[in-house]
Structures are given as structure tokens and as C-alpha cells.
T-cell receptor, first 118, second 110 residues
């Protein structure tokens, strides 16, 4: 297990197209998060999964955004009918549920998927 | 409201000089705070968390509840410390969700 893996690393699409990003978290981590980061800003929370259950969604997550984690392992983030304002880095992070040196509140991030909408 | 403020977008110092990256938070209750770092072309990674009370790469951060601050300090900056630094607050929910500040770029000049 080499950490949190995200694919694709870069995606260029035309406005109106749909895109999907995939995140493979650290295998023993139950918690999975999606964040969005735009230039000059810190990561902004989008949504959270505990195993397969999506337990929290930000108001930033419009109806065009949907995330799944069907078997409690990998997760996908789909953006439908992309807009230029969706251009950003989409970050995935995971964490264990509790305890340990890498505790429940320590997030391990992936390298991100950069989306450019033309 | 839960919020993290990093007032400086850029901090530029010379090698060997002391460094202080400022972080202020807004939170009622007992906060849990973190510093994350992103080196060039690398992913965001944890630098330190206040509950660990440890020093990582010479950096320390003390939680000051009176001033609602969690400033990151290092007595002697090194060129390899040049990176983007984010202060983060664990939100009130029990999800482990973090609220990040806007980040400060630290530039250590030779």
C-alpha cells in the first residue's frame, strides 16, 4: 500500500462534459474525504464517507456533483455538465477511524486530480 | 463559525533567521489544530498536531486559547523549509473533517 492514490492526475475537458475522478484510500482507513483546492486557497471540504456511507456533504457540493464509495474501498467523484468554475485540484484524503500514531483526525492526502474546464 | 485565518500569503526570510507562521482560529470549545505542509511537487502532508506536543523538523506550535492562535515557529530556517504551510482545525462534527486556512508560502533565501 503506497498511500492514497488518485486518478487521473490531470483532466482537461470542455464545458458541459462529465468527468469522473477515482480515489483509492489506504486500505485500512475507513474514513474518506474529498476536498477541492483552487489557486491561492486552502483545501475546501466537499464530502465525507465512513465506509460506504456518505455522512456529510458541503453546501459547495452542487447537484452536479456526486460521490460514491460503493464497497467502502475506492471512491469516485463525478461532476456533470462541467463549468469553468469547476476548474480546480480535487484532493482525496483518508484516515483511520480511531487511535494510533496516525490517529483518527490525521488525514493522509493523495496527490490530487487537476481539472481544467475549457 | 469555525474558521482558520492565516494572515500572510507569503513569508520570506533568510536562511538561519527565525520563522513564525501565523494562524488564528475561530472555534468555541476545545479545538484540535494541525499544521500541514506541501513541498514543491509533493502532496499535502501532516507536519504536526498540537495534541502531540512534538517538534518536527525543528518546528513547534503552541496552542494559545486566549489569543485563539496556533502559530508555527522555527528558530533557524533552512532552505529546505521552503514550502506552502496550511493551518487546519478539526471541525465540530465527529467526522474528522478539517477546516483549512488559505495557506502561507514560506520562502527561505540562501
Amino acid at each position: 500500500d503506497t498511500g492514497v492514490s488518485q486518478n487521473p492526475r490531470h483532466k482537461i475537458t470542455k464545458r458541459g462534459q462529465n468527468v469522473t475522478f477515482r480515489c483509492d484510500p489506504i486500505s485500512e482507513h475507513n474514513r474518506l474525504y474529498w476536498y477541492r483546492q483552487t489557486l491561492g486557497q486552502g483545501p475546501e471540504f466537499l464530502t465525507y464517507f465512513q465506509n460506504e456511507a456518505q455522512l456529510e456533504k458541503s453546501r459547495l457540493l452542487s447537484d452536479r456533483f456526486s460521490a460514491e464509495r460503493p464497497k467502502g474501498s475506492f471512491s469516485t467523484l463525478e461532476i456533470q455538465r462541467t463549468e469553468q468554475g469547476d476548474s480546480a485540484m480535487y484532493l482525496c484524503a483518508s484516515s483511520p477511524t480511531s487511535g494510533g500514531a496516525s490517529g483518527a483526525n490525521v488525514l493522509t492526502f493523495g496527490a490530487g486530480s487537476r481539472l481544467t474546464v475549457l | 463559525a469555525q474558521r482558520v485565518t492565516q494572515p500572510e500569503k507569503l513569508l520570506s526570510v533568510f536562511k538561519g533567521a527565525p520563522v513564525e507562521l501565523k494562524c488564528n482560529y475561530s472555534y468555541s470549545g476545545s479545538p484540535e489544530l494541525f499544521w500541514y505542509v506541501q513541498y514543491s511537487r509533493q502532496r499535502l502532508q501532516l507536519l504536526l498536531r498540537h495534541i502531540s506536543r512534538e517538534s518536527i523538523k525543528g518546528f513547534t506550535a503552541d496552542l494559545n486559547k486566549g489569543e485563539t492562535s496556533f502559530h508555527l515557529k522555527k528558530p533557524f530556517a533552512q532552505e529546505e523549509d521552503s514550502a506552502m504551510y496550511y493551518c487546519a482545525l478539526k471541525g465540530r462534527s465527529n467526522t474528522g473533517k478539517l477546516i483549512f486556512g488559505q495557506g502561507t508560502t514560506l520562502q527561505v533565501k540562501p
